[in-house]
């Protein structure tokens, strides 16, 4: 505990480029992933060729990058206010004087996902759309800005936003705190001197939680946002007691088995690179004490 106590907390640049990277690693290495889930979601064909799996990856890394640089950012300013430092620490004044509660990790984190939903939806969108009409991610863009209006980019906004509360509370809060009661708790003391393990597991049960939570509201946003028209799904509230009524409850979980293993690996793999800034910070700070 005094240890946890003296750990470090990044600055808000600090975040921006964890966060960056972060989202970057996990989608150039899961981006095929991503692709099955959405055909598996929109009932489409899968890819036949290797770059029809990787279509849509510049659009999708450079913004999932921007969107999970905003994420930590945006956490580590509310985590920061909690913490009575809005601005976070500078290289005098590393140290937090406390450390957050459970409780308030996980609103932190959910808050911050619910604020990155404003970068969030356009991106699913403009995805989803690409790989539907075959064109370049500003290409895309144009084209439904020019049928559509800009408004039109933010389609599904509000269902993204309940999606990225819950995963931001997932990665950045819940897989943290799972992690940590593995690492500390008595009765998983045979884990208490393997990190990696502890880890590993948190980021797989903090992302099957969230996947199953988020997951129907997922499906319903995608159908929508495939749909821009609103000839078949008006709204994501709509669009689920419909898919139920067409497919049962089953089809509200099309593409949840792809989407958990994306949702796992992208917990762990921005989870690691958060604790390894903290600590390696951690580790200068004291070692110019």
């Known amino acids: 505990p005094d240890a946890q106590r003296t750990r470090a907390s990044l600055s808000s640049l600090e975040n921006l480029g964890v966060g960056a990277l972060g989202g970057t690693i996990e989608t150039c290495l899961q981006m095929p992933v991503l692709t099955y889930k959405f055909c598996l979601q929109e009932g489409r064909p899968l890819p036949r060729t290797i770059p029809d799996w990787y279509r849509g990856l510049s659009i999708q890394a450079g ?42 990790t996980m ?21 989803i759309q690409q790989q539907k009409m075959k064109l370049g991610p500003w290409l895309t863009a144009g084209r439904l800005v020019e049928c559509h209006g800009v408004v039109s980019l933010f389609r599904g906004l509000a269902s993204c ?12 809060g819940l897989a943290p705190v799972i992690t940590s009661q593995i690492l500390t708790n008595e009765r998983f003391r045979m884990l208490s001197d393997k990190p990696l393990i502890a880890g590993i597991s948190g980021a797989c049960v903090a992302g099957t939680i969230a996947a199953i939570i988020t997951h129907p509201v997922d499906t319903a946003k995608t159908c929508v946002q495939s749909d821009m028209m609103g000839r078949s799904w008006r709204s994501a509230l709509s669009a689920i007691p419909k898919l139920i009524e067409t497919g049962g409850i089953n089809s509200l979980y099309r593409g949840m088995l792809p989407r958990t293993v994306r949702m796992c690996g992208a917990f762990f793999v921005c989870m690691v690179l958060r604790d390894t800034a903290v600590e390696y910070k951690t580790a200068s700070i004291g070692s110019r004490a």
Do not use: K
């Open 161 to 172: 936003a309940v999606r990225e509360s819950v995963y931001t509370c997932g990665y950045l």
């Open 107 to 127: 609103c932190t984190a959910a808050g911050a996902g619910a604020i990155s939903a404003v970068v969030c939806s356009p991106v699913d969108l403009i995805t």
């Open 63 to 104: 913004m999932v990058a921007s969107l999970t640089a905003i994420q930590f950012a945006v956490n580590g300013f509310l985590q920061n206010l909690v913490l009575n430092s809005p601005w976070g620490s500078n290289h005098e004044i590393p140290m937090t004087s406390r450390e957050l509660s459970d409780a308030e």
